[in-house]
């Protein structure tokens, strides 16, 4: 089975543009969830959804949105983009709230 | 709100040898789980094992162990037998009820040939 897949791998966006990243979940897994990774620490919790409902928010701002689709994939928006905003990005995906499987992320670099 | 927490930024070990990493957590929580991921090079975060709290047994999978001690909100991490294939960036994770995963600072394994 394909695991947790996000595009793109790589994004260059300048200050104040709008990006949006993309995440399948593995087969059967109804729930997605989004973190960022900066260099040299531990992800953050940004964003949760089970069956296309948000079931939990991190501590960010409302420039960043998400949603998940029937299907069960995800988009994770982040508008108005700033220097600080550069980070890895890091999709996990569960079965119901069991253990959380991640995709290879998408390495967002903010000019 | 939980947090955790990794002590140890960096640690070095010989092939073939055994090396343990540390972990503690705050919560007030009495169910949750508890979670070891590495993160290598390629940044792709991997999971290594996982400990419910409700279960006295250390959990075991192949060469890696855990030594859970709920009284005392550790959670360390055992690699027998290290190779080369082990060096990365180790985070311990704790997940609540809630499922959000709260990560540590992370702990950089060097593997000595």
């Known amino acids: 089975d394909a695991g947790v897949t996000q595009s793109p791998t790589h994004l260059i966006k300048t200050r104040g543009q709008h990006v949006t990243l993309r995440c399948s979940p593995i087969?059967?897994?109804?729930?997605v969830s989004w973190y960022q990774q900066v260099l040299g620490q531990g992800p953050q919790f940004i964003f949760q959804?089970?069956?296309?409902?948000?079931?939990g928010r991190g501590n960010f701002p409302d420039r960043f949105s998400a949603r998940q689709f029937p299907n069960y994939s995800s988009e994770l928006n982040v508008n108005a983009l700033l220097l600080g905003d550069s980070a890895l990005y890091l999709c996990?995906?569960?079965?119901?709230?069991?253990?959380?499987?991640f995709g290879p992320g998408t390495r967002l670099t903010v000019l | 709100a939980q947090t955790v927490t990794q002590s140890q930024p960096e640690m070095s070990v010989q092939e073939a040898e055994t090396v343990t990493l540390s972990c503690t957590y705050d919560?007030?929580?009495?169910?949750?789980?508890l979670f070891w991921y590495k993160q290598p090079p390629s940044r792709q975060m991997i999971l290594v094992i996982r400990?419910?709290?409700?279960?006295?047994q250390n959990a075991t999978e192949n060469r890696f162990s855990v030594n859970f001690q709920k009284a005392a909100k550790s959670f360390s991490l055992k690699i027998s037998d290290s190779q080369l294939g082990d060096a990365a960036m180790y985070f311990c994770?704790?997940?609540?009820?809630?499922?959000?995963?709260?990560f540590g600072a992370g702990t950089i394994l060097r593997v000595k040939s």
């Open positions: 996990a995906s569960s079965h119901n709230t069991d253990t959380q499987y």
């Open positions: 087969s059967g897994h109804k729930s």
């Open positions: 959804y089970y069956e296309k409902e948000e079931r």
């Open positions: 919560t007030s929580e009495s169910d949750y789980y």
């Open positions: 400990q419910e709290a409700y279960k006295q």
């Open positions: 994770a704790y997940r609540s009820c809630g499922n959000k995963l709260v």
